[in-house]
């Protein structure tokens, strides 16, 4: 298509970052792109990770990815979904983790079964290295290898790629823009505290923003924050503070340290609240419900 598709955008948001939300919302310890443009994507705010096997498919990004996944189940997503939902990611989850002997949990659209869109065990890494190693490359083909559950009651618009020209124009996409992909990541982690600390610093007084969706932000909230959804904050930066630290929270940790990292290197002194909003609901301290701060 001429660009990387994972940074065209729709409504004015990359697609990977699109992906990646979604992935957070549905409860994604961390989120990983495999491959493309790393620069681009990093600028994206994303973390990025070089394919072990570059030009060799898909097939080739899910064993990099089985290969470094830090938790026992992965999600793949392609960049290019266009309606990323956290309900189909989440139903594979429980399918997979559900379902007794299988090592991957896959949704159907138009009678085939979509691996993009699957959930996997880091044990389907082994069946789909052999298939590689001995010279397969296509994915749907590797998979007749893995015993693999299909994930019922799936929305298929949640299925649907973006896999033309046409298809961009028809969503009503744009090739990114310097002024567009705005989050540059750097590499350094970004500082954290925990809710306990969190609790302790409310009480002299705190800039505290939530980085979460506006149904999770409605649904309950630590006092006082900020709702400033995760692919709105480079456009509203002005309402950021610049003077003294600002500290972020999402809903387990992972989009609110995009966040941070963000803003820290514009300047700002930010800071992730590790665990997020769910720790401080589980510790029993006080929450609000409903879309003001307070």
């Given at each position: 298509?001429?660009?990387?598709?994972a940074?065209?955008?729709?409504?004015?948001?990359?697609?990977?970052?699109?992906?990646?939300?979604?992935?957070?919302?549905?409860?994604?310890?961390?989120?990983?792109?495999?491959?493309?443009?790393l620069?681009?994507?990093?600028?994206?705010?994303?973390?990025?990770?070089?394919?072990?096997?570059?030009?060799?498919g898909?097939?080739?990004?899910?064993?990099?990815?089985?290969?470094?996944?830090?938790?026992?189940?992965?999600?793949?997503?392609?960049?290019?979904?266009?309606?990323?939902?956290?309900?189909?990611?989440?139903?594979?989850v429980?399918?997979?983790?559900?379902?007794?002997?299988?090592?991957?949990?896959?949704?159907r659209?138009?009678?085939r079964?979509?691996?993009?869109?699957g959930?996997?065990?880091?044990?389907?890494?082994?069946?789909?290295?052999?298939?590689?190693?001995?010279?397969?490359?296509?994915?749907?083909?590797?998979?007749?290898s893995?015993?693999?559950?299909?994930?019922?009651?799936?929305?298929?618009?949640?299925?649907?790629?973006?896999?033309?020209?046409?298809?961009?124009?028809?969503?009503?996409?744009?090739?990114?823009t310097?002024?567009?992909?705005?989050?540059?990541?750097?590499?350094?982690?970004?500082?954290e505290?925990?809710?306990?600390?969190?609790?302790?610093?409310?009480?002299?007084?705190?800039?505290?923003?939530d980085?979460?969706?506006?149904?999770?932000?409605?649904?309950?909230?630590?006092?006082?924050?900020?709702?400033?959804?995760?692919?709105?904050?480079?456009?509203?930066?002005?309402?950021?503070?610049?003077?003294?630290?600002?500290?972020?929270?999402?809903?387990?940790?992972?989009?609110?340290?995009?966040a941070?990292?963000?803003?820290?290197?514009?300047?700002?002194?930010?800071?992730?609240?590790?665990?997020?909003?769910?720790?401080?609901?589980?510790?029993?301290?006080?929450?609000?419900?409903?879309?003001?701060?307070?």
């Amino acid at each position: 298509m001429g660009t990387d598709k994972a940074l065209i955008e729709l409504h004015g948001v990359p697609m990977a970052l699109r992906a990646a939300t979604a992935l957070h919302d549905a409860g994604a310890a961390s989120v990983t792109t495999i491959g493309g443009d790393l620069a681009g994507l990093r600028r994206a705010g994303l973390v990025a990770r070089r394919d072990d096997h570059p030009g060799q498919g898909p097939l080739g990004g899910i064993l990099t990815a089985l290969r470094t996944a830090a938790e026992p189940i992965l999600v793949v997503l392609p960049c290019d979904v266009v309606h990323p939902d956290p309900a189909a990611i989440g139903a594979a989850v429980r399918a997979l983790a559900t379902t007794p002997g299988v090592l991957a949990a896959i949704p159907r659209r138009d009678r085939r079964l979509q691996p993009l869109h699957g959930a996997y065990a880091r044990g389907a890494h082994a069946p789909l290295r052999a298939a590689f190693v001995a010279g397969e490359r296509a994915l749907h083909r590797a998979l007749r290898s893995v015993p693999v559950a299909e994930v019922p009651g799936v929305d298929p618009r949640a299925l649907v790629d973006a896999d033309t020209p046409g298809d961009l124009r028809r969503w009503g996409m744009r090739a990114p823009t310097a002024s567009l992909v705005p989050m540059d990541v750097p590499e350094l982690p970004a500082p954290e505290i925990d809710v306990d600390e969190l609790a302790r610093r409310r009480e002299a007084g705190i800039v505290l923003i939530d980085v979460r969706q506006p149904d999770e932000y409605d649904e309950f909230h630590v006092p006082g924050a900020i709702l400033i959804p995760l692919a709105d904050v480079p456009e509203r930066l002005v309402e950021v503070p610049d003077a003294g630290p600002v500290h972020v929270i999402c809903r387990s940790g992972g989009r609110s340290r995009t966040a941070v990292a963000f803003l820290r290197e514009r300047g700002y002194e930010a800071v992730n609240v590790a665990g997020g909003s769910l720790a401080w609901q589980e510790s029993g301290r006080p929450i609000a419900t409903g879309s003001l701060p307070v």
